[in-house]
């Protein structure tokens, strides 16, 4: 019995440990901000095109009924010169969103814009597949890439294309802000995320030469990379990642300016935001199943060949975390409790502390990068901790789903157009519901699991426990019943 109760606390402690070299990863994301920051302010290049070059602009569309004019009328107003400018609507729809794009396309070409509608009759490849057949009747040097819910500033391809005069970069990315970040607390919630992400993340890949990542959309490429990465592949959910590590590892350059905005619709809803992370998560794993050995197999620095490991990895948090709450933490207690050893308590303290609190350092510090509101940043780290809670076990099946070989179809979020003012409930909405993740059933069990731990916490008068119980308990209870919530608008 005492065997089994030692192996418990070291797996705890364990995955704790990793849990925690995570956090510390993070929190390093904010020391390298300021080492960084000076290279931040300079321009990405002094160099300009005398003549520009030829762009082509793929809009990949699926369904996107709701935004689809949208984004193709702001791809008209963009002031890049007409003749040098090719337009792709990249459409995969099954609904009548392919004929609105019809009439909307053939609407320009009667002006005598050089804008084309590329409907495909199936969605072999997905997202990727569609990219690449489209590419083939690409006439731009460059492919600059606007999801349909992105609304692109006039000038973006002006202020992003004279970073290909250098001749080594095959990609540039611009930030992504957010259009509904003020429709509720879950958008507020996200922005601080993918802030994060943009001003602190990718803002310190780029200036200190590690491997960074094209986001799908609000970026331009290299024709030429592309072809010479292999092009877009459709074997994991997230080709963008897939095809920017491809890229790099054939030598490419990829840049990041951060002064250049493209804003756009975020989820709205717990539902269509869990499917879209799920997405993210697994395409992530599955990359990291494809190129982690290239990449360290590669003659790449090995301070790069570790940032990678962390950045390709880091999806697996959510697994490692689910698997101590629900495994290793309950026993852990108890063996505790039976053989008194309480005194133990104070290694759990400080691998929490930095495995949460290096996330949430991260997550907050990106709002000061931006220099947002601070207050309303620090507010918001008890949202930011429930909603990493709540995405844990969604975002942990996803991983289990990438490292069994299950594969899935590229799944989309529905978009309902929401613009910069809270949004109003769109009652045709209905038509795009998100497919409401599995595992409500699982998590409202959690949920009674931590309730009845706390009651005992409680009692034990183990008050250190508790506040962990009493999130965990919220956390899973929440996410539940907003699943719940979600599958019955969905059959109604």
């Keep these: 019995m005492l065997s089994v109760g030692l192996f418990v606390l070291v797996a705890h402690f364990a995955l704790l440990l990793v849990l925690s070299l995570f956090g510390l990863h993070r929190l390093s994301m904010v020391f390298r901000w300021f080492r960084w920051r000076q290279k931040f302010a300079a321009p990405a290049t002094t160099q300009r095109f005398t003549d520009l070059p030829m762009i082509t602009v793929q809009i990949p569309v699926f369904n996107e009924k709701f935004v689809a004019e949208r984004i193709i009328d702001a791809t008209i107003a963009l002031s890049y010169p007409a003749d040098k400018l090719q337009i792709q609507i990249v459409d995969d729809s099954t609904d ?274 931006l220099a947002q509101n601070r207050k309303e940043a620090l507010l918001s780290i008890p949202w930011l901790l429930l909603l990493g809670i709540q995405l844990s076990y969604n975002n942990a099946r996803a991983a289990v789903e990438a490292l069994a070989g299950y594969r899935t179809e590229f799944v989309r979020t529905p978009k309902s157009g929401e613009g910069k003012s809270p949004a109003k409930p769109n009652r045709q909405m209905k038509s795009y519901v998100a497919v409401a993740p599995r595992g409500a059933v699982f998590e409202l069990a959690l949920a009674g699991i931590f309730a009845v731990l706390l009651a005992w916490a409680s009692a034990s008068q183990l008050w250190f426990l508790m506040p962990v119980c009493a999130l965990l308990m919220i956390g899973y209870a929440s996410t539940s019943l907003m699943t719940f919530h979600a599958a019955s608008g969905a059959r109604q």
Excluded at 122 to 130: C, E, L, M, V, Y
Excluded at 154 to 170: E, K, Q, Y
Excluded at 214 to 235: Q, Y
């Design 96 to 369: 009548d969103t392919a004929e609105l794009i019809r009439d909307r396309v053939q609407h320009y070409q009667h002006l005598g814009y050089n804008i084309e509608h590329r409907h495909r009759t199936n969605r072999q490849g997905f997202k990727a597949g569609a990219l690449k057949e489209a590419m083939g009747f690409a006439t731009g040097e460059f492919i600059a890439i606007f999801d349909a819910d992105f609304v692109p500033d006039t000038n973006i391809l002006n202020r992003l294309i004279h970073a290909f005069t250098d001749s080594s970069v095959g990609m540039v990315q611009a930030r992504w802000t957010h259009l509904n970040r003020d429709s509720n607390r879950l958008t507020r919630t996200e922005a601080i995320m993918l802030d994060a992400h943009f001003a602190l993340e990718q803002e310190v890949r780029a200036a200190s030469g590690s491997f960074l990542n094209f986001n799908g959309t609000a970026g331009i490429w290299r024709k030429s990379t592309i072809i010479d990465a292999g092009n877009w592949e459709a074997d994991t959910l997230t080709e963008d990642l897939d095809l920017s590590y491809r890229a790099q590892l054939k030598g490419w350059k990829m840049a990041y300016l951060n002064d250049v905005e493209c804003p756009a619709e975020i989820p709205a809803d717990m539902a269509a935001f869990k499917s879209q992370q799920h997405r993210w998560a697994k395409g992530g794993v599955e990359v990291m199943l494809k190129l982690l050995k290239r990449v360290w197999r590669s003659p790449i620095a090995v301070s790069t060949k570790i940032e990678s490991t962390f950045h390709l990895s880091n999806n697996l948090a959510y697994l490692l975390m689910l698997i101590d709450a629900t495994v290793f933490l309950i026993p852990s207690i108890f063996i505790r409790d039976q053989y008194d050893l309480g005194f133990i308590w104070w290694l759990d303290l400080p691998l929490l502390l930095l495995s949460s609190g290096g996330h949430l350092i991260y997550l907050v510090f990106g709002q000061f990068a």
